[in-house]
């Protein structure tokens, strides 16, 4: 069963809603965010999607799931990447490379973590310390991260501007990857867990 957890209030006064599906016997934890900018909303539809069939079909997970499908609900209700303050969410993460970005459009705050949204993920890390963090991606023209420090390598090239404050896949550590993806590798995924049990529960009516 999947249920609401945390919730925080952004500036705005929308909500912030943390799901979870099975925390009671699980080998690993996965933390999934979408729509860390407003005008990306596939993340949060995506999630959703994959929410209502965990329910739908009952489905007992082998890890904890953790779900933020809106992490940035005031920059989804303006339509723009950024939050009510002008910050890109993505990049307000206390990393050790943290810049003070001049490019208005990546512009990670005046210091870093200085956005409830940017806390409120913090917290949901620092408590339910995830072992993989997935971020799905809007933006069809992004270069997919994976960095699995574990395996003390980077999977997939490192983007980034050097004009940019770096975003959340900085905040990885030896105990947490933390993965983009684009949302239609997600969709494409979804598309065929959800075909995958269509064809297992048609053949045990046979």
Sequence with gaps: MTIIKEIAFTKEKNKIELYAHNLEDYQKTILFLGCMHGDE???EYLINRYIDFLERKQIKTQNALLFIPKVNPDGVNKN????TN????????????WILADNPEYFGGKEPASEIETKFMIEIIEEY???VIVLISGDSDFIPLVLDLRNKG?????WQNS???PAINSFATEECSVITLQYWWVESLVNGIVAKSQLAQRASVK
């Design 129 to 131: 310390k995830p072992d």
């Design 86 to 97: 002008g910050v890109d969410i993505n990049r307000n993460f206390p990393t050790k490379n």
């Design 80 to 83: 723009q990447r950024v939050n």
């Design 41 to 43: 909303p596939q993340g």
């Design 163 to 165: 004009d940019n404050a």
């Design 154 to 158: 980077i999977l997939s090239p490192n």
